[in-house]
């Protein structure tokens, strides 16, 4: 596995925008690789953002993700009684801190980010719900050719508007 450590800006035509408190996204070269591809595939307009990637546990970055962690699923709890089951899936690592092949990506359509969750995963799903029909179109091209390069995409409907998606690579590869 060949990790890199990309900083804000245009990587060859991916845009990297790192989660605020990260500087940096750290990803698998082939992930990145594949995102090149999916970008020339995009319609004129549409761009991807790399926003999310690896983060070692161990640095403060995954320190500060722990805390943030904690205070969002006692937030979580408090606005959606009825959502724990989804807990899990939306506040654990999703294998961010396992490997650079399980990322977070964004789409910007003619320059404007999609904003497809405005409060973070305190998205009411009726708002999810409003934003996913507005942009169905784009985002099934985006689906779909994440797909076609390997990418599965979680199963959380939360977790999927964030679009973090995990490279499904053979083992030992």
Not at 3 to 30: E, F, N, T, Y
Not at 35 to 43: C, E, K, S, V
Not at 59 to 78: D, K, P, V
């Amino acid at each position: 596995m060949s990790l890199l450590s990309l900083p804000r800006g245009i990587h060859a035509g991916i845009h990297i925008q790192p989660r605020w408190p990260a500087r940096q996204v750290q990803v698998d070269a082939r992930v990145i690789a594949r995102l090149n591809t999916i970008q020339a595939q995009l319609p004129s307009g549409a761009t991807l953002i790399l926003t999310r990637g690896y983060e070692p546990p161990t640095s403060r970055l995954g320190a500060a993700r722990t805390t943030f962690r904690a205070l969002g699923i006692f937030l979580f709890r408090l606005l959606y009684p009825g959502r724990r089951a989804e807990i899990a899936d939306i506040f654990g690592s999703n294998g961010h801190d396992t490997d650079g092949s399980h990322i977070d990506i964004s789409v910007m359509q003619d320059g404007h980010r999609i904003r497809l969750l405005p409060l973070g995963v305190f998205t009411p799903p009726s708002w999810q719900l409003h934003r996913m029909r507005q942009h169905a179109h784009l985002l099934s091209i985006v689906r779909e050719a994440l797909a076609q390069q390997g990418f599965l995409i979680h199963h959380n409907a939360t977790e999927s508007l964030q679009i973090h998606c995990d490279l499904n690579l053979p083992q030992g590869a």
